[in-house]
């Protein structure tokens, strides 16, 4: 536990460190997000999340008395996911490229990792659903809709990184239950390297100061999260029942499919950007950007306390999953009724 200890503090402080050193070469170099249409801001912001808080975890990590052997797929993925992310924070890739990196990602994690979901348990009281020879073509789809999902909630200062962190936090509560210490350890230095970063993220931050994820950051963060959700999911050492890890993804998750099927009913690419996200949604409400990220945050915390509570006392895995699309439906009609499709557009 002393090695766990310090290499939280290795880890908060090397982010740190990482953010000062770089941030200056951001500035120089022009990688900064700049106020558009549809980035309301003030000045240059250095879009050096990402790279600090991969920089602040792999020092942690060196740090840890674990084998990181069963992580080398995980950390060659994080690697490739921040240098096309920080490609595309310089030269905007088009949506297709971006997919096509993610691809390669998930045939790194399912292929060269082994990390796979081969059984989704039983959802329809019908017995567990194996997957098979599908588990592979699955997960693939399953990992790029994580890192698309995590992506998508990169819209306010703060709301990616505090969504992800408090994930990580129920992640590594199953972790340390089921007794998988290398993965408790591993989730606990993505918890600290996020929270330092949140540091200079949160909307409470002055603007001299402050620093974005990028592209870089958010799909390193899906990365992350991704390969714990499907590794803790599955035997032998399964965590909890796939079912729960929905419940912990329930923010992102809802709304990423509530913005997608909206683009895809009125004709337009799932890739497109729009304002119509749950966090643009409420500031259109009148909203702070603090009382956005509160509310944001609160739920996420609900919905990981029902699925680790629900986890605890044994639900059975379909009533967990029935509850889950019950409230999965009440978002969707009540973003649908209150903001409803305009219309195709042309």
């Keep these: 536990m002393k090695h766990l200890i310090f290499a939280c503090f290795i880890t908060y402080f090397s982010t740190i460190f990482a953010i000062f050193l770089i941030r200056p070469l951001a500035i120089r170099t022009g990688l900064v997000d700049t106020p558009t ?78 990390v796979v979901i081969y059984d989704l348990g039983n959802l329809f009281f019908l017995g567990s659903i194996s997957l098979g020879v599908v588990g592979i073509p699955f997960s693939i789809i399953a990992i790029i809709a994580v890192i698309n999902a995590v992506n998508m909630m990169d819209g306010l200062d703060g709301l990616a990184g505090s969504i992800v962190l408090i994930e990580s936090i129920f992640l590594s509560a199953l972790a340390f239950r089921a007794d998988r210490y290398n993965d408790f350890a591993f989730l606990l230095l993505i918890v600290v390297s996020i929270f330092a970063f949140l540091m200079f993220n949160l909307p409470v931050v002055q603007c001299r100061l402050k620093i974005f994820l990028g592209d ?31 419940w912990i993804m329930g923010v992102p998750f809802f709304d990423m499919t509530n913005v997608v099927l909206r683009r895809l009913r009125k004709g337009v690419s799932w890739m497109s950007a729009d304002r119509e996200h ?69």
């Design 216 to 246: 870089a950051g958010s799909m390193l963060l899906g990365v992350l999260l991704v390969w714990f959700l499907m590794d803790l999911s599955q035997a032998p050492r399964q965590a909890a029942q796939p079912v729960a890890f929905l």
């Design 37 to 114: 249409e549809r980035k309301i801001h003030s000045g240059a912001i250095p879009l050096i999340g990402g790279m600090a808080i991969l920089f602040g975890l792999v020092i942690g990590l060196l740090t840890l008395d674990i084998s990181l052997l069963h992580y080398r797929a995980l950390l060659a993925s994080a690697l490739i996911m921040v240098f096309v992310g920080v490609l595309d924070d310089f030269h905007e890739l088009t949506p297709h490229a971006r997919i096509y990196a993610q691809i390669f990602v998930s045939f790194l994690i399912t292929v060269i990792g082994g």
């Design 278 to 346: 749950i966090h643009y949604v409420l500031k259109q409400r009148g909203l702070t950007d603090g009382r956005v990220l509160l509310i944001l945050s609160i739920c996420s915390i609900v919905f990981g306390l029902v699925g680790l509570w629900m986890t605890i006392f044994h639900w059975p895995e379909a009533m967990m999953f029935v509850l889950w699309v019950i409230f999965f439906l009440v978002y969707f009609l009540g973003c649908n009724f209150f903001y409803p499709v305009k219309g195709k557009s042309k």
